[in-house]
C-alpha cells in the first residue's frame, strides 16, 4: 500500500482520503507509480473485458481487402457498465479510493500520455515490422459502398522528405484498421477512452462528496450527469459509429490512439476542476437553461446522424415514420430532415451540447482558471468544427461537382 492511493489490500482507513499536504519526491514517485499501474490495470481489464463479454454481431461500414464487411462484437454500453459497476462498489466496501484518479490528475497525465506513446509505437510496429504488407497507402478504406477496386488510385500524398514522411506515417498511421475476427482496435480503442473519461467523472465526484462531507453542489450533479449521458448515449448508438468517419478514413497512428487513451478521457472532463472544491453552487434557473441547451443540441445532432445512418440501410423508408428522405437527382445527398435544415447540422449539436455541459463549472469557478479552463471544452468544438465545415465542403464539391452545387443552393445555411 502507497499513501492509501487506487488498490489497496486491506479497507482504508478514515483518513486515508486525506492527501499530504506537501509531497516529497518519493511520495511523488509513489503516487505516479500507483497513478500508472491504475491506469494499465483499467485499460487491459477494460480489453480483457471488451473480448470477453457477450455481444450482437453485426456486419460494418468497412471491408476487408476482399470487398467483405468487416464484423464486430458490440459490448461497449455492457463493459462501460461492468467497469464502473465494479468501481463504484468497491470504493463503496473501501477497498479502492476512487477518487484518488481526480487527487493525482497530473500523474494520470502523464501516465496517460506514455502509456499512449508506447501503444503508438506497437501499433507502428505491427505494420512497418509485423506485417509490413498490411501498409496501406489509400485515402480512405474499402466500404460497402466503395470497393478496393475503385479506389485503387486513390493514394494519399507523402512527403518528399524521408525523415518527415516517416513521422507522418507516425502521426497518422500505417492502417486503417487492425481486425481480427470480431476484435477491431479502433473500437476497443473507442470503449476504453469512453470507460476512463467516466471514471475520471466518478472520482471527480467521490472527491466532491469528500469535500463537501458527503453533499453534492447541483452544478457539480447537472455537469456529471449530463457527461454520464453523453458516454452513455454515445455507447448505446455503438453500432452508428461504424459507419463514421473515423472507421473509414482514420489510420491507427498516434493522433488517434492519444486521441482515444488520453486526449479524450481527460480533457473532456476538464469542467471538473471548476466544480469538486467550489461551494458555489450554479442558480437553478442556469442549470434549466443548461439542460435544455443540452437536450436541443442532443436532439441535432443524434437525430441529424440516425437519419443518415438508416437513409444509407433503407433509402427510401421514411425516418421516425415522418421524414421522407429526400435526395439530390441522381445522388444519394441528403437534403431533407436535419439535412435540410442546414449543412453539417449535427457540428452545430455537438458544439452546443459542449457549451451546455461547461455553464455550471464556469459559473462556479468564475473569474479564475478553473472557470477559463471549462470554456475550453465548447471552444475545442469550435475550433475542430467550424474548419471542418468548410473543409468538408471543399471535399464534397470536388467529390459531387454540380451536384454539391446544386445542394448548396438548396440548404444555404451552416453554421457560420
Known amino acids: 500500500v502507497r499513501n492509501g492511493y487506487f488498490i489497496v489490500a486491506k479497507p482504508l482507513s478514515n483518513h486515508a482520503h486525506d492527501a499530504p499536504a506537501l509531497f516529497t519526491s518519493q511520495q511523488q514517485l509513489n503516487a505516479t507509480m500507483d497513478a500508472g499501474l491504475a491506469w494499465v490495470i483499467v485499460c487491459c481489464g477494460t480489453a480483457a473485458l471488451v473480448v470477453v463479454l457477450p455481444g450482437p454481431r453485426v456486419d460494418g461500414y468497412v471491408c476487408d481487402r476482399q470487398g467483405r464487411p468487416l464484423q464486430y462484437k458490440l459490448n461497449g454500453l455492457l463493459t462501460l457498465f461492468v467497469v464502473c459497476a465494479a468501481a ?23 501516465c496517460a500520455f506514455l502509456f499512449a506513446c508506447a501503444a503508438t509505437c506497437a501499433v507502428y510496429m505491427h505494420a512497418r515490422v509485423v506485417y509490413p504488407h498490411l501498409v496501406d497507402r489509400r485515402v480512405r478504406a474499402s466500404t460497402v459502398d466503395r470497393p478496393m477496386s475503385q479506389q485503387l488510385e486513390a493514394q494519399a500524398p507523402r512527403p518528399s522528405n524521408a525523415i518527415v ?20 482496435l479502433k473500437m476497443l480503442l473507442y470503449a476504453v477512452g469512453a470507460v476512463m473519461l467516466e ?17 453534492a453542489s447541483g ?29 473509414f478514413a482514420e489510420k491507427l497512428g498516434f493522433k488517434l490512439v ?19 472544491s467550489s461551494r458555489d453552487d450554479a442558480p437553478g434557473w442556469l442549470l434549466f437553461a443548461a439542460m435544455l441547451l443540452f437536450v436541443v443540441g442532443w436532439s441535432l445532432t443524434r437525430g441529424a446522424n440516425m437519419q443518415k445512418y438508416y437513409f444509407k440501410l433503407r433509402p427510401t423508408t421514411p425516418f421516425l ?51 477559463f479552463a471549462a470554456m475550453a471544452y465548447p471552444l475545442y468544438f469550435l475550433v475542430l468544427l467550424i474548419p471542418r465545415q468548410f473543409a468538408d465542403d471543399e471535399l464534397c464539391r470536388a467529390k459531387y461537382g454540380a451536384a454539391w452545387m446544386a445542394y448548396e443552393a438548396k440548404v444555404p445555411k451552416r453554421i457560420i
Open 88 to 110: 463504484i462498489a468497491l470504493h463503496a466496501a473501501r477497498w479502492i479510493d476512487l477518487g484518488a484518479f481526480y487527487r493525482e490528475f497530473w500523474h494520470v497525465c502523464t
Open 165 to 184: 514522411a516517416e513521422l507522418q506515417d507516425v502521426y497518422l498511421g500505417l492502417e486503417f484498421n487492425i481486425h481480427r475476427g470480431l476484435f477491431d
Open 199 to 215: 471514471l475520471m467523472l466518478l472520482s471527480a465526484f467521490c472527491e466532491h462528496l469528500r469535500v463537501g462531507k458527503g453533499k
Open 219 to 247: 452544478g457539480m450533479l447537472a455537469y456529471t450527469v449530463l457527461m454520464s449521458f453523453f458516454i452513455v448515449e454515445y455507447m448505446f448508438f455503438e453500432h452508428v459509429h461504424l459507419f463514421t468517419y473515423d472507421l
Open 258 to 276: 492519444w486521441g482515444c487513451l488520453c486526449f479524450y478521457p481527460l480533457f473532456y472532463c476538464i469542467g471538473v476542476h471548476g466544480l469538486v
Open 321 to 371: 415514420g415522418v421524414l421522407t428522405p429526400e435526395t439530390i437527382p441522381n445522388t444519394r445527398i441528403l437534403c431533407s430532415g436535419f439535412w435540410g435544415l442546414a449543412r453539417h447540422v449535427n457540428y452545430l449539436g455537438e458544439i452546443m451540447q459542449a457549451l451546455a455541459v461547461a455553464l455550471p463549472a464556469f459559473y462556479a469557478a468564475f473569474g479564475t482558471s478553473a472557470g
